[in-house]
């Protein structure tokens, strides 16, 4: 299985600077759309044979990560007509450098970590850390609150490559996993329907700044 | 049993979502307390078998818990239907439907012994305390909200993230998949080393967030300084609780696998600096409501110390717990009070709370002596007992830390407070209505008696279930 895996782990950690260095929301909504399109599909390939339970993870994964939530974000974009990140608190050189660290360090640090058999020279642990960084640096340094939600997506989805390795033996641990996706859609409906947009004027979360010391 | 425990409130829940009349509904809520208290009693009187397999169980620290959250819930029952009564304006159908989901998850919490469940029921918690902070559809209380679940997600999937780590190290090991956390604990010692210490930093920094320890507390002021009082007294005093067991059941784990040195390093410096970052926050607060939130996070800083130190600290900290959720209950209801009678929760408009509502004014000063740990009051045992663990331990520089911290916690609570009760109403702030009533001042007046009672006499059956819990705690490798 596992000279499969790898060319998609580098297409998920190419998206992670994709999205590092991308302005345009439409652009990385698709990326973040595109990782959990192949996500969904290395549950396929992690299993030896298929029966049923994998599959419904691959499809759920598939229709949530890939279809679903981008839509809804689509919805919310168009909604609040907001398209680009204007002014990150990190900019997308420095995001991008800071990308490259972070993936060096998830290299670095999976090395230390002692691997199951099966899993042995695999890049599923780097590559899962480097997307859980990529995801939480998306999350804290823009400012647009959909920008937000996509780092969270990116965040959920690196958790999800660590899960891969185990879905053999826990499937349960990992398709509770799901439910983080709830968080998402509240999120999305949040900026939908509640007043971000109306009280706010902009979904920049840069003005929900009323509360601070 | 236990699943009644946890379908009861669900059930009056669905209740609530379907009662059409708003001034009805909020007594769904005492009611739904009652019947879980009862049952909380039974439950602990004669210990119900475990349930599904071994993934629903009430251990010693869940009996404990268990009896602290049903308590604090009843109580909170009875002070929201004087509060909803006076906010009879707004519609409470999703309040209330939330009020009631919130404690049948809080009890999943403490009754769920599988990795996978529990962490599940912490997200429910997240999810179904949401509303309760956006009850006043305010812009503030929509940034609060927005703020709790964004800070509040990342802390779950992180936490996710660890318990993933922690299930490879059991994979790794070549162990059994069970994932109870029985199990866990009795195969620590074989669990894969450095998966394990990545998986308890990550839980740490997850359910740490959910308990809002510093620095993942940036969600706190803000969420308790916007929700309703009774929202406060319950996400201080039993939401976090959760989270702090959550935290020990990791402890354990690391602790059976004789990796307790590693765990207790991270404990201990982490609860020092919630003190610290507490204190700094605490001085000069001006808005009443925002420093109970730092004394919270104070709070949590002491519970965490207290396992960290070991040895009788663990019991003192357990203690603590219970204490803790009591004193929210005194602190968090009556800055509800104050807040409803003067329309404002900064300190330069409220002044006189003792003439304007002398009630409320008492509580509100008693449980400022209560919750920083002045005799004769519970807390004051509890913190002595984590100090005495620190000397005893030989650990003077944090048994000063921590004295010090508790002195500037002091102070600066003690400045706000007393500036609140003293002299008169200020003309210039019109205030509302609201005056001291029966079911929004009973509750206090329980809690209150209990922080007292406790701190002169603890029943011998508090007792040995706390030592029961501590060593539990403490168990190490078998």
Same mark, same amino acid.
């Given at each position: 299985?596992?000279?499969?895996?790898?060319?998609?782990?580098?297409?998920?950690?190419?998206?992670?600077?994709?999205?590092?260095?991308?302005?345009?929301l439409r652009a990385v909504i698709n990326g973040a759309a595109v990782q959990g399109i192949v996500l969904g599909g290395m549950v396929l390939?992690?299993?030896?044979?298929?029966?049923?339970?994998?599959?419904?993870?691959?499809?759920?994964?598939?229709?949530?990560?890939?279809?679903?939530?981008?839509?809804?974000?689509?919805?919310?974009?168009?909604?609040?007509?907001?398209?680009?990140?204007?002014?990150?608190?990190?900019?997308?050189?420095?995001?991008?450098?800071?990308?490259?660290?972070?993936?060096?360090?998830?290299?670095?640090?999976?090395?230390?970590?002692?691997?199951?058999?099966?899993?042995?020279?695999?890049?599923?642990?780097?590559?899962?850390?480097?997307t859980v960084l990529?995801?939480?640096?998306?999350?804290?340094?823009?400012?647009?609150?959909?920008?937000?939600?996509?780092?969270?997506l990116i965040l959920e989805n690196g958790i999800f490559i660590l899960g891969l390795s185990l879905l053999e033996a826990m499937p349960f641990l990992v398709e509770i996993g799901v439910l983080l996706d709830l968080f998402v859609c509240v999120f999305v409906l949040g900026i939908m329907i509640h007043h971000i947009s109306r009280e706010f004027s902009s979904l920049d979360t840069g003005h929900l700044t009323a509360l601070k010391e | 049993m236990l699943v009644l425990l946890i379908a009861v409130p669900l059930a009056c829940a669905a209740a609530a979502f379907a009662v059409p009349w708003n001034r009805v509904r909020p007594w769904l809520l005492?009611?739904?307390?009652?019947?879980?208290?009862?049952?909380?009693? #039974?439950? =602990?009187?004669?210990?119900?078998?475990?349930?599904y397999g071994g993934w629903l169980l009430l251990d010693q620290l869940g009996r404990l818990l268990l009896g602290l959250t049903s308590l604090l819930y009843l109580l909170c029952s009875v002070y929201a239907v004087g509060y909803l009564r006076f906010r009879d304006e707004r519609p409470n159908r999703l309040f209330c439907t939330a009020l009631l989901v919130f404690p049948a998850m809080m009890t999943l919490v403490i009754e769920s012994h599988h990795l996978g469940l529990m962490w599940v029921a912490i997200e429910a918690t997240t999810l179904s305390s949401a509303p309760l902070l956006y009850f006043n559809?305010?812009? #503030?209380? =929509?940034?609060?909200?927005?703020?709790?679940?964004l800070v509040g997600s990342v802390g779950i999937a992180i936490a996710l993230f660890g318990s993933f780590f922690l299930a490879y190290s059991a994979l790794h090991a070549g162990l059994g998949t069970s994932l109870l956390f029985d199990d866990l604990i009795r195969e620590a010692p074989q669990l894969s080393k450095p998966w394990l210490h990545a998986a308890f930093v990550l839980l740490f920094c997850g359910y740490g967030t959910k308990m809002g320890l510093a620095p993942m507390h940036t969600w706190k002021p803000d969420a308790y300084g916007e929700a309703p009082g009774v929202v406060g007294a319950l996400l201080a005093g039993g939401l976090t609780n959760c989270a702090f067991l959550a935290v020990l059941r990791f402890y354990q784990i690391c602790n059976s696998a004789g990796e307790g040195a590693f765990a207790r390093e991270i404990l201990v410096l982490m609860g020092l600096f919630s003190m610290a970052v507490a204190a700094v926050f605490m001085i000069r607060q001006r808005d009443y409501k925002r420093m109970l939130a730092y004394s919270s996070v104070e709070q949590m800083g002491i519970l965490i110390l207290g396992i960290g130190l070991g040895g009788p600290a663990v019991f003192g900290s357990l203690f603590h717990m219970i204490n803790n959720g009591l004193m929210k209950g005194v602190t968090f209801l009556a800055a509800g009070n104050v807040h409803r009678a003067y329309g404002s929760k900064r300190t330069e408009d409220v002044s006189g709370t003792l003439w304007r509502l002398p009630f409320t004014g008492w509580m509100f000063l008693l449980g400022l002596f209560a919750i920083t740990g002045s005799p004769p009051f519970a807390p004051f045992l509890s913190e002595m007992t984590i100090l005495s663990g620190a000397v005893q331990g030989g650990r003077y520089v944090i048994a000063g830390l921590f004295l010090s911290f508790l002195l500037v916690i002091f102070l600066g609570m003690a400045a706000t407070i007393l500036a609140l009760v003293q002299g008169r109403p200020s003309a210039r702030v019109e205030g509302t209505k609201f005056?001291?009533?029966?079911?929004?001042g009973a509750p206090i007046l329980v809690f209150a008696l209990l922080v007292l009672l406790l701190g002169v006499h603890v029943p011998a059956g508090l007792e040995k279930a706390l030592r029961e819990a501590a060593a539990f705690v403490e168990r190490g490798p078998q």
């Open positions: 299985m596992g000279n499969a895996l790898d060319p998609l782990l580098v297409a998920v950690l190419l998206i992670n600077f994709f999205s590092l260095g991308a302005s345009r390939l992690v299993h030896e044979q298929l029966s049923l339970r994998p599959m419904l993870v691959a499809g759920a994964a598939i229709l949530l990560k890939g279809f679903v939530i981008p839509a809804m974000l689509m919805r919310a974009m168009r909604a609040a007509a907001i398209r680009r990140e204007v002014e990150p608190l990190v900019g997308f050189i420095p995001s991008l450098l800071l990308g490259a660290a972070a993936t060096g360090l998830s290299l670095v640090f999976a090395k230390t970590l002692p691997l199951a058999e099966q899993h042995r020279g695999l890049l599923l642990i780097p590559a899962s850390l480097s990529t995801g939480f640096l998306v999350l804290t340094t823009r400012r647009k609150a959909i920008m937000q939600v996509v780092g969270y | 005492p009611v739904a307390g009652t019947a879980h208290f009862a049952l909380m009693v #039974r439950a =602990l009187s004669n210990p119900p078998a475990p349930e559809r305010t812009p #503030r209380s =929509l940034e609060a909200t927005w703020k709790y679940l005056r001291d009533g029966f079911l929004t």
